[in-house]
């Protein structure tokens, strides 16, 4: 077993405190690969922010589970060289099983998440409570979650969403002992989080998405005060990305996200994580695109993943800086 402290890492629960106090919130990327967890990094060590590093059980098929932990090491190290040892955590992103989430915790995790809001709620209490049992013996926090979020992401998948009963928090929180509730209030997986007829178009003809449930989310405020609380599927699907990659061979139809108006606006209450992934995607791929549109003969994967890491640093940059508010806060 590795300890997540030896990695230099660390769990979620004195960064939470101070983003509730501070009313801001902490970047939560995914990564995959190299590229990415370099965009992840410089953009937040130049901004000094703090950030979760997050693994999906798709990625860890995809990069293998010892690799992504050495990159994480990897990645306290190159933040130091860069100049600023920023707060890093190393989170499971929708852990479906006590066995996957032990595992990760056993090679170095300092954050967990288990997923058992598709169970009935007993269940759900029962297989979090287990999860928070064997984690809280190492000082890894975890993340629950109540309430079902609509759309794709890696393994992960709901036609339909169900929003947050507040009335089940208190006693899933105090029956469990989680660190943090990830909670449905609107927000969906994947970039095509709402379907055209479920919005509004403005003067200039953007869809607009209905707004986030922030009635929802004061009525658990309510109930559990100063209670970390966590936003789920919350890229907000940048156009002019969507539109580089349709403009180069893509087909992207009717991708809508979450306005960051109301990310910033969520970010000063009790939602201290939020989880940013498609958006990510998006700027890789657009840069990707143009690069190999532009340049057909190119060949050598470090001109078109070398723009694509840059692509995605900037996009952080501004998720940090302007939607979550954690800029400076390392």
Do not use: W
Not at 203 to 215: C, E, H, K, T, Y
């Amino acid at each position: 077993m590795v300890s997540y402290k030896e990695l230099g890492l660390v769990n979620s629960r004195e960064i939470f405190r101070k983003a509730m106090a501070g009313k801001y919130a902490i970047p939560a990327f995914n990564f995959n690969n190299m590229e990415q967890m370099q965009a992840i990094v410089m953009a937040c060590v130049e901004t000094k922010s703090p950030v979760i590093l997050q693994v999906s059980s798709g990625a860890r098929k995809y990069a293998n589970q010892t690799l992504l932990r050495y990159m994480a090491q990897g990645a306290v190290e190159f933040a130091k060289e860069l100049g600023c040892n920023i707060p890093i955590v190393l989170h499971l992103d929708h852990g479906d099983t006590f066995e996957l989430c032990k595992s990760c915790i056993d090679l170095g995790f300092s954050s967990v998440m288990i997923d058992g809001s598709g169970l009935p709620y007993n269940e759900n209490v029962a297989l979090t409570k287990k999860v928070v049992e064997y984690a809280h013996q190492y000082d890894v926090t975890v993340e629950g979650e109540l309430g079902v979020l609509a759309g794709i992401e890696d393994d992960v998948a709901a036609e339909h969403s169900a929003y947050t009963r507040p009335e089940d928090v208190e006693d899933f929180v105090k029956k469990t002992g989680v660190d943090s509730l990830a909670i449905s209030i609107g927000t969906s997986h994947g970039a095509n989080k709402f379907k055209p007829e479920q919005c509004t178009r403005n003067a200039d003809g953007i869809l607009i998405p209905p707004p986030l449930r922030f009635d929802i989310l004061e009525e658990i405020e309510k109930r559990i005060p100063g209670f970390p609380i966590v936003l789920h599927g919350s890229s907000s699907v940048p156009q002019d990305k969507v539109a580089i990659i349709n403009k180069y061979g893509g087909a992207l139809k009717d991708a809508v996200g979450i306005p960051e108006d109301q990310l910033r606006k969520a970010a000063t209450s009790a939602v201290c994580k939020v989880n940013i992934d498609s958006d990510g995607r998006l700027a890789m791929t657009a840069a990707i695109r143009e690069v190999l549109a532009l340049k057909p003969a190119e060949f050598d994967p470090r001109k078109y993943l070398g723009p694509a890491r840059d692509a995605l640093k900037e996009l952080y940059k501004h998720k940090v800086v302007d939607v979550l508010g954690s800029d400076n806060k390392a």
